[in-house]
């Protein structure tokens, strides 16, 4: 039963499924899902939560949305997968605990997609990858992560060990995720950066204050690099407010991919 759970458990063949879905779903040619899909969202969640409801009503599915609460419970996940397996054809969680998904996962009764963990957020990044390159020569991209270890950044990790492209993150060496190359010089970071990533800092402000971006950062880096912050961001803070002034800014418009990624992903997880 496919699913979504970490990038690491996917082949290229099925990252290469997923963006010609999205692609066809772009031209209004993605197939029609059809059933329903149980989704579970804390009330913070804008974007995902946004992206997969809309993704999965424009593809025929019908979303049955609750709070991520409602599987914190005595109930053994197995069983809750069980039974709503009765119900729905694919679960999307949202969960701090990615041993949850797992483990409902394991019950190999409904397929399940990781729609953010502590751990990692999957779909984030599958779908900023497709902003950026449409999903073709994805392993070709230099792309310099700036910020702490956490989800995001592993994200990342997981991203570029499934396709191969070039990953170095910029923080102190205490914030380093392991396994990751990495520097604390941003200025030679960014010295031949396709794309540069931002995430929030955490309990970090401080320590990552010297790494903040800015346009003068994203000056020292070649003609034509793409500005990609994770959102939520805030000026001042990971990112200067004239750094998404210029060109490098990919937009807004680029979460935009979020729509079709997620419905390919959904297509791709229920066969």
Avoid at 46 to 55: D, I, K
Avoid at 181 to 198: C, G, H, I, S, Y
Wanted: charged share 20%; with cysteine; proline share 7%.
């Amino acid at each position: 039963m496919r699913r979504l759970l970490r990038l690491d458990d996917w082949t290229l063949d099925d990252a290469d499924a997923v963006f010609a879905l999205a692609r066809a779903y772009e031209r209004g040619a993605g197939p029609v899902l059809g059933g329903a899909a149980a989704m579970f969202f804390p009330p913070t969640s804008l974007r995902t939560r946004a992206s997969f409801e809309r993704g999965a009503v424009l593809a025929g599915m019908q979303p049955i949305v609750f709070p991520p609460e409602t599987l914190d419970k005595e109930e053994a996940p197995r069983d809750v997968a069980a039974y709503l397996a009765q119900f729905v054809d694919v679960l999307v969680v949202r969960h701090p605990d990615i041993a949850l998904l797992e483990a409902l996962a394991a019950a190999a009764a409904v397929p399940v997609v990781n729609a953010m963990t502590s751990e990692n957020h999957p779909c984030e990044v599958l779908a900023d990858l497709y902003a950026l390159t449409g999903g073709t020569d994805v392993g070709a991209l230099r792309v310099r992560f700036v910020g702490a270890d956490g989800n995001i950044a592993r994200a990342w990790a997981e991203a570029s060990r499934l396709f191969g492209f070039d990953l170095v993150q910029c923080c102190p060496s205490a914030l380093a995720t392991a396994g990751l190359a990495w520097t604390d010089d941003l200025r030679a970071a960014v010295a031949d950066a396709d794309v540069v990533v931002t995430d929030g800092p955490g309990p970090h402000a401080g320590a990552l204050a010297p790494f903040r971006v800015t346009a003068e950062v994203l000056s020292w880096a070649p003609t034509g690099v793409r500005f990609a912050p994770c959102p939520p961001f805030v000026r001042g803070r990971e990112l200067a407010a004239d750094a998404l002034s210029g060109a490098a800014f990919v937009g807004y418009a680029a979460k935009r991919a979020l729509v079709p990624v997620q419905q390919a992903v959904l297509a791709h997880c229920t066969g």
